[in-house]
Antibody
Framework: QVQLVQSGAEVKKPGASVKVSCKASGYTFTSYGISWVRQAPGQGLEWMGWISAYNGNTNYAQKLQGRVTMTTDTSTSTAYMELRSLRSDDTAVYYCARKLAAGTRFDPWGQGTLVTVSS | QSALTQPASVSGSPGQSITISCTGT?????????VSWYQQHPGKAPKLMIY???NRPSGVSNRFSGSKSGNTASLTISGLQAEDEADYYCSSYTSSSSGVFGGGTKLTVL
């Protein structure tokens, strides 16, 4: 079955970087994109960006431009999201999701990775 | 890109129907037939319920339906059941080739 499995929880200090992984299985990785979405505690979903697993093209949310980088490793069917210069308001659960075709059709989602930024 | 506008909460009794609205602009909801809806139970990852305005993925109950008029999309749940109690989020593709979510709606089944 199609599945996305994310890396474990992280605790980082302000100013540090974090890199979250998302390993895909059950489908041809390069046939779809991967989107990243985060959710701060008690808050709603926030779209962060997406990457084509076919050619590596990316599109990032304007507010994260310059701090976020999304990449893929097609040899291991794994997507990565790196966020730099972490601040306390980056504390959130980070999700990856398979992006099907155009639009915002994300299915399935990974289990989520909690990133805590605290001094 | 501003978040799409959803009501903070809606409620209904078992068996009733409810509708959740999602209002955007001509640069997102109104400009594309790329509105999706997600259901999220506490502590769980979101689940796709509707895509491309009105299409249901395989396995999603036909009690869930979607529509759009102008800059406003809607999710209707008929025959409310206790397990429908969750948070619901709309999302849309935008003119800047990005995505945007609504603020979320908490559905309470009375």
């Amino acid at each position: 079955q199609v599945q996305l499995v994310q890396s474990g929880a992280e605790v980082k200090k302000p100013g540090a970087s974090v890199k979250v992984s998302c390993k895909a299985s059950g489908y041809t990785f390069t046939s779809y994109g991967i989107s990243w979405v985060r959710q701060a505690p008690g808050q709603g979903l926030e779209w962060m960006g997406w990457i084509s697993a076919y050619n590596g093209n990316t599109n990032y949310a304007q507010k994260l431009q310059g701090r976020v980088t999304m990449t893929t490793d097609t040899s291991t069917s794994t997507a990565y999201m790196e966020l730099r210069s972490l601040r306390s308001d980056d504390t959130a659960v980070y999700y990856c999701a398979r992006k099907l075709a155009a639009g915002t059709r994300f299915d399935p989602w990974g289990q989520g990775t909690l990133v805590t930024v605290s001094s | 890109q501003s978040a799409l506008t959803q009501p903070a909460s809606v409620s209904g009794s078992p068996g009733q129907s409810i509708t959740i609205s999602c209002t955007g602009t001509s640069s997102d909801v109104g400009g594309y037939n790329y509105v999706s809806w997600y259901q999220q139970h506490p502590g769980k990852a979101p689940k796709l319920m509707i895509y491309d305005v009105s299409n249901r993925p395989s396995g999603v109950s036909n009690r869930f339906s979607g529509s759009k008029s102008g800059n406003t999309a809607s999710l209707t749940i008929s025959g409310l059941q206790a397990e429908d109690e969750a948070d619901y989020y709309c999302s849309s593709y935008t003119s800047s080739s990005s995505g945007v979510f609504g603020g979320g709606t908490k559905l309470t089944v009375l």
